[in-house]
């Protein structure tokens, strides 16, 4: 079974510029979460999104969005950007949810650097 | 106030041998635990969960261990293998938004 598909692997974007990562999750999987990594802060909860509706959201600002497709498939977006945007964005599904006791299943990520 | 504590930041032991890597947590609310594995430059591997109605959950050389009293979890490898060396994190959906918190980590190196 393919794992968790995260494009691009790698970013460079400058200041003020958007980004769209998109995020294929396991087959069946219905929830889509998204994670941001970095150094200082460890990992940090974006959104989860459950049959393309999102039913979490973590405390982002609002430059920060995403969608679920009706396939599952997931985008995330950072509208202007900023230096602080340099990560690593991660994506995970689950079956069901954290809430239902499915564990999360993590792709290997987009390195977001921001010049 | 960290709710996922990994007090040991490194583990070292010798191929063959068990690993014990160890997680403490503060809400006796939470009712789920996750340990996942990493690599440097991929994201976590999910390996093995228990809920609180058990206390403990195998899965071939891995195995967790909870204690609700002590609030206590602990990942037992058995045999440890030179490809176990990574960073374990334990983690449960104790967040304010029911997102996965994590511990800090330990660095499991399993020498040959």
């Known amino acids: 079974k393919a794992g968790v598909t995260q494009t691009p692997r790698y970013l460079i974007k400058t200041r003020g510029q958007q980004v769209t990562l998109s995020c294929s999750p396991i087959s069946g999987h219905r929830s889509v979460s998204w994670y941001q990594q970095t150094p200082g802060q460890g990992l940090q909860f974006l959104f989860e999104?459950?049959?393309?509706?999102?039913?979490n959201k973590g405390n982002f600002p609002g430059r920060f969005s995403g969608r679920q497709f009706s396939n599952s498939r997931s985008e995330m977006n950072v509208s202007t950007l900023e230096l602080g945007d340099s990560a690593l964005y991660l994506c995970a599904s689950s079956l069901a949810g954290l809430a239902f006791n499915s564990p999360l299943h993590f792709g290997n990520g987009t390195r977001l650097t921001v010049t | 106030d960290q709710q996922v504590k990994q007090n040991s930041p490194s583990l070292s032991v010798q191929e063959g041998r068990i690993s014990i890597l160890n997680c403490d947590y503060t809400?006796?609310?939470?009712?789920?635990f996750l340990w996942y594995k990493k690599y440097p430059a991929e994201g976590p591997t999910f390996l093995i969960s228990i809920s609180s109605i058990k206390d403990k959950n195998e899965d071939g050389r891995f195995t967790v261990f909870l204690n609700k009293s002590a609030k206590h979890l602990s990942l037992h490898i058995v045999p440890s293998q030179p490809g176990d060396s990574a960073v374990y994190f334990c983690?449960?959906?104790?967040?304010?938004?029911?997102?996965?918190?994590f511990g800090k980590g330990t660095k499991l190196s399993v020498k040959p």
């Open positions: 983690a449960t959906p104790g967040g304010s938004q029911g997102n996965l918190i």
């Open positions: 809400n006796s609310m939470f009712d789920y």
């Open positions: 999104y459950f049959s393309e509706t999102q039913r």
